[in-house]
């Protein structure tokens, strides 16, 4: 009986040592470089705020809190705010690259990716990309199954 428990034990403390090892490597990954300044050439959603094109810059909304909530400033607008989530590739990236949604003329800023790194940022899908994407399956008509992918659109940041 006390062999069953020592194996269930030492069982237990690899499962616990695999998964601070595995949540601690990526959590470095994930630190963009901050700030991220880019030149975006249309105008483009991020959430529900409608921004102008021009200059805008990237970066961490509270040092404590990581890559999760993102600032952007620029524009007309001082700041706006979002929570992001992780995404990863198997290939780093070399550049460091906004990429957008297009639907129809509206641009939405779904991804933000650092140089050289194999993880990046997602923002959550808003309600307005959503309604866009409602927009452009029912242009396409009743005989599409399922909503069209959105044009991806990359701009290179520095």
Known sequence: MNTAVAKALAKFGLLVAMIVIATGAPAKAQTLEYPL???????????????????????????????????????????????????????????????????GDEYFLVQVWPAGGTTGRELIKSRSEREAQRKAHDNVGMAAMKAPQPETVTIVAN
């Open 37 to 103: 300044n880019a030149n975006i050439p249309f105008d483009f959603t991020v959430g529900n705020e409608k921004l102008t094109a021009g200059k805008y810059s990237l970066r961490r909304a509270q040092p404590s809190a990581g890559d999760m909530i993102v600032q952007i400033t620029g524009g007309e607008h001082s700041i706006i705010t979002r929570s992001t989530v992780p995404v990863e590739t198997f290939r780093p990236r070399e550049k460091s690259v906004l990429i957008f949604h297009r639907y």
